[in-house]
């Protein structure tokens, strides 16, 4: 029984005395073990002939795993049963399961950081997959709008061209006519434009231009069109003034006048003060189905008829 340096064994009689103990130790022979809350105690209380316990073994004065069996032999002739008893350290019986479950402790924290490392790149793969996605959907995103700015917007003003004047002009004919309202269109042509142009050079003349696309804008509704065409020349559109075409002449006429008083005002150019004035010509739409081209002809017809007459002044095709 022997097998290791802290196994012991013995025997003890029924009635709790000791009478051998493996490896020997002195003062132990001859001790009653009933006497002592022990192992050997709860052995026999719990009524059953073959027990495994842990505790502190009183005897030995350590903590012990201790194997016992009640021998009821008849054949020994013994008076009373016999106990056999087999102890080993808890601690040295479990090394080898403590080695166990620290190594697979081990092994699971390292697993567990592993895979907690693997969901980490993985998200942080995902994260970065979805930002270079983002950013190559706002850069597409910038790309359509710049191409859109430079195929729609003029690029001193900032106004729709003509290539988007056009299409507006279509659409707002084609509501005029639905719903039987009249609009307007406004072609604007600054006077003496040139000489300013000449005297003072094409960055002032720049400076001009984006002056008067401020104020025309601030002249008309925010569901109103102000564009530039070229040059000097800008288009107001203005959308279904009003179902009779006398109302809607003199919503007009009113707005003419507010362009006319607006541009007339001097404008301050970067040092420079300088008086300008407008010839503008007013063409109605909406009564009844024509060209869209058309509408630009007549209110070009209207603002040379506004020129021909002395400038600064505004001219009415009532179609």
């Known amino acids: 029984m022997l097998y ?24 132990a ?16 209380a719990s009524g059953q002939d073959a027990t495994v316990l842990r505790g502190h073994v009183t005897l030995m004065n350590e903590d012990g795993l201790m194997a016992q069996r009640t021998i009821r032999a008849e054949s020994l002739h013994l008076r009373g049963a016999m106990v056999v008893a087999v102890s080993r350290r808890p601690a040295v019986v479990l090394k080898g399961w403590t080695t166990l479950a620290m190594t697979v402790a081990v092994a699971w924290l390292l ?23 983002e950013e190559k959907e706002q850069l597409r995103a ?5 191409i859109r700015r430079l195929a729609f917007y003029d690029p001193l003003t900032q106004l729709p061209n003509r290539r988007m004047l056009m299409e507006r002009l279509a659409q707002t004919q084609a509501a005029s006519l639905r719903h039987r309202r009249c609009s307007a269109v406004f072609f604007i042509d600054l006077d003496h434009f040139k000489e ?3 005297q003072h050079g094409h960055e002032q003349g720049d400076r001009l231009l984006c002056e008067v696309a401020r104020r025309l804008s601030a002249c008309v509704r925010e569901e109103d069109t102000v564009a530039r065409l070229a040059g000097d020349e800008f288009v107001l559109l203005l959308s279904e003034l009003d179902g009779q075409l006398g109302e809607a002449t003199a919503k007009a006429e009113a707005v003419a006048r507010k362009v006319l008083a607006a541009l007339g005002e001097p404008y301050q150019l970067d040092g420079l003060v300088y008086d300008c ?12 189905p024509e060209p869209v081209d058309s509408l630009l002809i007549r209110a070009d017809r209207a603002m040379y ?15």
């Open 4 to 27: 290791d340096d802290d196994v012991w064994t013995a025997l003890a009689h029924e009635n709790g005395v000791l009478t051998v103990i493996q490896p020997n130790r002195p003062g």
């Open 29 to 44: 022979v001859g001790v009653d073990l009933s006497q002592r809350s022990g192992l050997f105690a709860r052995h026999m």
């Open 111 to 133: 697993l567990s950081g592993a895979g907690v490392a693997g969901v980490w790149a993985y998200q942080r793969h995902r994260l970065q997959v979805a930002r270079l996605r």
């Open 142 to 146: 910038q790309k359509e709008a710049e």
């Open 196 to 198: 300013l142009n000449d």
């Open 277 to 288: 004035s407008a010839s503008v010509g007013v063409a109605l739409f909406g009564v009844h």
């Open 305 to 319: 008829q506004a020129k021909a007459a002395g400038r600064n002044a505004y001219r009415l095709d009532l179609g």
